[in-house]
């Protein structure tokens, strides 16, 4: 048996808790049905971030096989928030086979722009990576040396190609997949 090579990624910048729109209309919604006031009410948040994570990322593979006609898997890791914001964002750390990385690039249409427009220094950005594709295969020799931010490149600029229907495809799984009442205490059963 053939051992699969496992390749790590983050999607950063992808995800976001603070102040999300899914998450947030989904509450309100379930609050006022239920008649709830939000004082009445605990979530437990890790949870569902945890969920909605999950959930992201099957997203991302039903978009991939609707819209470029490949098969991938990603293996859920964790979910991370920033203690502040102002530096960084939410990630979702998850792993993916090298040979399914290797599926995402062949169809990635313009990596070369993709690299350009996200790892090129500019006022208040310095960037640790090379804005030349080339670069990176020369220092790691080749994808399966790639750390977590040049796997995290392909998948991202995959989403790029298509933006408009991957929003299509994850508001339709969130809305499918992600329920908020599994996560909600009602304070003493209280109701308005």
């Known amino acids: 048996m053939i051992k699969r090579k496992f390749m790590k990624g983050c999607l950063m910048g992808e995800i976001s808790f603070y102040q999300n729109a899914e998450i947030d209309n989904q509450l309100e919604y379930f609050l006022e049905e239920n008649k709830i006031k ?5 979530m437990d948040y890790q949870a569902l971030k945890e969920e909605y994570a999950r959930n992201y990322l099957i997203a991302i593979e039903t978009h991939f096989k609707q819209e470029f006609d490949i098969d991938i898997d990603f293996k859920y890791i964790s979910v991370g928030s920033p203690k502040e914001y102002n ?7 998850y792993e993916i086979s090298l040979e399914d990385l290797k599926k995402v690039r ?3 249409e313009d ?4 690299v350009i ?8 950005f310095s960037s640790f990576y090379s804005n030349n594709i080339g670069d990176w295969y020369v220092e790691k020799g080749n994808i399966s040396n790639f750390d977590t931010i ?3 490149t392909f998948i991202a600029a995959l989403l790029e190609q298509e933006r408009e229907a991957f929003d299509i495809t994850l508001h339709d799984n969130m809305e499918n997949y992600t329920f908020i009442q599994n996560y909600l205490t009602i304070k003493d059963e209280k109701r308005r």
């Open 106 to 108: 062949d169809v990635v």
């Open 87 to 93: 530096f960084t964002t939410d990630w979702i750390d």
């Open 150 to 152: 040049q796997v995290n």
């Open 117 to 124: 427009a996200n790892f090129t220094s500019g006022p208040g």
């Open 111 to 114: 990596i070369n722009s993709y």
């Open 38 to 42: 939000w004082e009445d009410m605990k």
